[in-house]
């Protein structure tokens, strides 16, 4: 029975000669049919003949349906009335040359094999919905029946306003439903108030592989939106490598950083993962310093004059044509801020690892506002966006 419904089912059997009778079905919503082909079917019958009832199920009953259906042997008619959400199946063991008929006054949400149901709502392939007006399978509830309630971080469309996720509770400009990695340990100076910062902001943040031993698989990866190469630890297999690039073409966003000191192992560290992509370090013209200056227009750069940049490097770019590559960022020395889109992913590979430290995002308005739009330009593109 469904929500805030009740059934009625009241039956009257009249007995008959014994003799054999031919009906007709039809529904009431334009469509009709002959034999079992009506709303309810006579041929599988099991209504109880005794007393003065007959109750029984049918899936097919919706708002305004009516139909007729004829047996053979004695004549019986079975009424059914039902109000509220609810599913009503009306069969008959001895059903023969009798009507059975649906009051059109059934009303509920019945679902068809399309998805959708009597009275408008979108369902799952078997037509089922929640009271909340969203789909059982996971899928946005985004339309014109959708019913607002607050937006949450539940890959849905709470609100119904086309978008997925974009919950910013702070008006900062993060998506609060953001899952960050930060890969590796911290640079030489204090950055944990930059971990910090992004907990406070509403997002999911988790340092990893801070251990050896510890492996990038795809487990690991789909955790998360976004990583961000911190002070590796280690050299990446070509089996991670591959990991992450597939990662990223599935939808992740990459940021690297270097420059934690004047070693070699700073740039080939994140090569080992970020080269099968076409971007890597150079270190051939050693490690130099900023600021940087010079932006080329992008969602990263938009009204950024200045950012930090203490002993870092160039990065040099291999065309694949697979992916996208743009130099949003340059020194005299070459390209130090690169952004790549590919497949439904993206990576920014920045030269150097001073924008991540206190000194520098906590006191320098701009460092903040370049995180910001980096993290909304490197998060899903099919959710999580809330207005910069």
């Given amino acids: 029975m469904g ?50 009832s007959a109750t029984g199920e049918e899936p097919t009953t919706g708002g305004g349906q009516s139909g007729t259906q004829s047996g053979s042997s004695s004549e019986a008619t079975v009424t059914v009335t039902a109000t509220g959400s609810t599913t009503v199946d009306v069969t008959a063991t001895e059903a023969t040359s009798g009507t059975t008929s649906i009051d059109p006054s059934v009303s509920g949400t019945t679902g068809t094999s399309d998805g959708t149901t009597s009275d408008g709502t979108t369902g799952t392939s078997d037509g089922t919905t929640t009271s909340d007006g969203t789909t059982t399978n996971a899928e946005s509830s985004t339309g014109p029946d959708c019913i607002p309630a607050e937006e949450v971080c539940n890959d849905f469309d709470d609100d119904c306003d086309g978008n997925i996720d974009n919950v910013d509770v702070g008006k900062d400009g993060i998506c609060d439903c953001l899952n960050i990695a930060l890969v590796g340990n911290q640079g030489a100076n204090p950055s944990a108030e930059f971990q910090d910062w992004l907990e406070a902001q509403g997002t999911q943040v988790d340092r990893i592989s801070t251990n050896p031993a510890e492996v990038l698989d795809k487990g690991l990866l789909n955790k998360y939106d976004i990583i961000i190469l911190d002070y590796l630890i280690r050299g990446y297999t070509a089996e991670e490598a591959l990991t992450t690039q597939t990662w990223v073409e599935a939808g992740g966003g990459l940021m690297a950083m270097t420059g934690f000191t004047n070693q070699q192992f700073v740039a080939d560290r994140p090569n080992s993962l970020i080269k099968p992509m076409g971007l890597s370090y150079n270190t051939s013209k050693g490690f130099f310093s900023g600021p940087v200056k010079a932006f080329a227009p992008h969602p990263i750069t938009d009204t950024l004059t200045s950012i930090s940049f203490y002993g870092g490097l160039f990065v040099d770019i291999v065309e694949d044509g697979v992916a996208m590559n743009q130099i949003i960022m340059t020194l005299p020395q070459g390209a130090v801020g690169v952004v790549q889109d590919r497949g439904d992913g993206r990576l920014f590979i920045f030269g150097d690892e001073w924008i991540e430290f206190d000194s520098e995002w906590k006191n320098i308005p701009e460092i903040k506002k370049f995180w910001v739009q980096t993290l909304a330009w490197l998060g899903p593109k099919d959710s999580c966006l809330v207005p910069q």
């Fill in 3 to 52: 929500r805030g419904g009740f059934l009625l089912v009241s039956a009257a059997l009249v007995a008959c000669g014994g003799g054999t009778g031919s009906g007709s079905a039809s529904q009431s919503g334009g469509s009709s049919g002959t034999g079992d082909e009506g709303t309810t079917h006579a041929s599988h019958a099991t209504t109880s003949t005794s007393g003065d």
